[in-house]
């Protein structure tokens, strides 16, 4: 377990009150709050700290301050129950204050899968992260989840023109662009409207999910940061896993893991389509969507909330959102505007 740490903001109010808060809570906890120092960094407004308890050595918690102005826990535990209830693993909740907006969590260790996945190791993490995902999309309860319904859809693509063309690139799209971003939309809302909706975490990927120690009960991974859970495409989340912004994989590898999760969730009982290929393409066009919207929010955390550690992962995400606008004759006029906007030649590829 990390030794403990200064915490570099010490006159920062919510964090004293999070101590007072830790030092009210059940004795039997053995927590001990001077020990409490940053655990992780997050792109929205909630903070993680880790604090240990008994002896040292002995093990440590998780602390989450989420203010709630900004964030509302209540949700994140209605939807780790929820989880919970699927047979998968997440944190429990052993305190609670939802008024400050303060939880008290299991800790599920510090071995992300981003810092755990290897050419040796993908595939065996993989296939626990598509177990565990065939069982989220299983979930009997999801009708107590919102729905992802096409005005959150179009809101999430409109952070596309928004932030990544106008505030990053500094380009307002003419008429025309906008009236070719407008059916470039309609085809992926429809699309994504059109799939089988299952519960989706909507940020399953391997920032989120965590390397458990052996013997853990439920197995891996360990899931996190599931409050925005929706009921959505069922590609969603399977987009998020093999087409991640912070790991690249070659596409043999996601094909074969594609075809894998494809042949679980049918036997599981998931309404699937009988065709690959048709599964295929929805799972890319669910990605072209997904994919404009991170474009958007990774340049709004820079530009509005001065947060530069997303923009190197911005290539990885353009280069997804390139290689499919390049195979779909639907999404063509899309890529002559990013090539036009990175001042590169038009590559005509498309296959369907």
């Known amino acids: 377990m990390p030794a403990a740490t200064t915490d570099p903001t010490p006159n920062d109010p919510r964090r004293s009150q999070l101590v007072s808060w830790l030092h009210h809570l059940d004795p039997q906890l053995l927590l001990r709050p001077a020990t409490l120092r940053p655990a992780s960094s997050d792109a929205s407004f909630r903070r993680y700290f880790r604090v240990d308890i008994g002896d040292p050595g002995q093990g440590s918690l998780i602390v989450m301050d989420a203010p709630p102005e900004r964030e509302n826990v209540a949700t994140f535990v209605e939807v780790g129950q929820l989880f919970a209830s699927a047979g ?34 993908a595939d065996a993490l993989y296939r626990d992260a598509l177990r565990a ?14 729905r992802y319904e096409q005005p959150v859809l179009r809101r999430e693509l409109m952070l596309f023109p928004e932030w990544y063309l106008g505030r990053h690139l500094g380009h307002a799209p003419s008429e025309s662009e ?64 093999l087409r991640d912004a ?17 042949e679980l969730a049918r036997r599981a009982g998931l ?31 820079y530009h509005r909330d001065s947060k530069d550690n997303y923009l190197k992962d911005l290539p990885a995400v353009l ?15 899309l890529l002559r505007l990013l090539d036009r906007l990175q001042a590169r030649a038009p590559q005509v590829g498309y296959t369907f």
């Open 246 to 262: 912070y790991v690249v994989w070659d596409e043999e590898r996601v094909l074969d893991w594609c075809v894998r999760y494809w």
């Open 88 to 121: 998968v693993s997440v944190p429990a909740v052993l305190g609670a204050d939802f008024g400050q907006g303060f939880l008290l969590l299991s800790d599920l260790g510090a071995s992300t899968y981003l810092s755990a996945l290897t050419a040796a190791t």
């Open 271 to 301: 309404p699937m389509p009988t065709d690959f290929g048709e599964f295929w393409r929805d799972f890319e066009w669910m990605g072209l969507q997904r994919h404009l919207k991170v474009l958007g929010i990774f340049a709004r955390l």
């Open 133 to 146: 995902l065939v069982q989220i999309q299983m979930l009997p309860d999801r009708d107590r989840l919102p």
């Open 319 to 333: 280069g997804y959102t390139r290689t499919v606008a390049a195979r779909y004759r639907e999404f063509l006029p």
């Open 178 to 241: 906008q009236q070719m971003l407008e059916a470039t939309f309609r085809v992926l809302e429809a699309r994504a409207l059109a799939q089988v909706q299952v519960a989706v975490h909507r940020d399953f990927h391997s920032r989120n999910l965590m390397v458990l120690e052996a013997g853990a009960a439920r197995g891996n991974p360990g899931i996190l940061d599931f409050q925005d859970a929706v009921v959505g495409p069922i590609t969603y989340d399977l987009v998020s896993l």
